[in-house]
């Protein structure tokens, strides 16, 4: 076991927004966290990588408690894509790259020769070679997104966790970093462990999904088992029709109509 979070409460200014959950992230698996906005989705990935403290519960790494593991440790072991990220707009795309190195460094922070040969990997994995010189400002979305992800794979983690990693993105682009994650996940066994919107692609691209609700877990397991129409219409409120994708041997649905009743019933106060 990777990751196991076992009744993990997660507070703001006392008040609690994640409810005893329980998550377990194996290694090899793609881990989908779905829900409703405000769910606490984003927050629970917060809390699984540290960057968030939380009140109750036990989440241990590799069967130590994260909290007493040191940062560079960590960071041995977990590579994060937050949702908003503040680069420098000189940054080209080695620079940022380089980046993922740095938990393997000594003090000084010079890379070696391994260091520079992972680089050269984690760039031409990503198809990232024709633009290594340029600025990440130059780049489209999907092509920024997949220079963060080349710096994830260059800091030769087991794990990769990404929010919401196809938000802002057409959907050609969604569909070429998704198609990486799987790819690195195949060809790598990197263990993902990521937060998605579109239920369709958190469908076709996880091993196991956790659904939230109001800061709790309320459904896991394989998609194709806990994905259904009644689902649907309890958490995200919307009548479905699902058909089989059989090219890529997996169901898909399509809403229909809003259910408003429940809806508005579930907002009176």
């Not at 590799?62 to 960071?75: P, V």
């Not at 393997?104 to 010079?110: L, R």
């Not at 990404?162 to 682009?173: G, Q, R, V």
Request: glycine share 4%; hydrophobic share 35%; net charge positive.
């Amino acid at each position: 076991m990777l990751i196991k979070a076992s009744n993990l409460t997660i507070a703001y200014d006392k008040k609690e927004v994640v409810h005893k959950i329980n998550i377990n992230v194996q290694k090899g698996e793609i881990i989908t966290i779905v829900g409703p906005n405000g769910s606490g989705k984003t927050t629970v990935l917060k809390a699984l990588t540290r960057i968030i403290k939380y009140k109750k519960g036990e989440i241990l790494l590799e069967g130590k408690e994260i909290r007493k593991i040191k940062d560079k440790k960590i960071a041995k072991k977990i590579a994060i894509l937050p949702q908003t990220r503040n680069t420098p707009e000189d940054f080209n795309v080695e620079t940022l790259v380089r980046y993922g190195r740095f938990p393997h460094t000594n003090w000084q922070g010079k890379l070696s020769k391994e260091d520079k040969d992972i680089i050269d990997w984690a760039i031409k994995k990503t198809g990232m070679s024709h633009f290594r010189k340029n600025k990440l400002t130059e780049l489209s979305g999907g092509e920024r997104q997949r220079a963060w992800i080349a710096m994830a794979l260059a800091q030769k983690t087991e794990i990769i966790v990404l929010d919401e990693p196809t938000t802002f993105l057409d959907l050609s682009h969604q569909l070429e970093v998704l198609e990486l994650v799987k790819n690195l996940n195949k060809s790598e066994n990197v263990t993902i462990l990521m937060v998605l919107h579109d239920l369709n692609q958190a469908i076709r691209y996880s091993t196991r999904i956790y659904v939230m609700e109001k800061g709790k877990v309320i459904a896991k397991g394989n998609p194709e088992e806990i994905i259904s129409s009644e689902l649907l219409k309890d958490v995200f409120r919307v009548n479905s029709d699902f058909y089989e994708d059989k090219r890529h041997e997996c169901n898909h649905f399509i809403p229909y109509k809003i259910e408003r009743e429940i809806h508005d019933r579930r907002n009176i106060k």
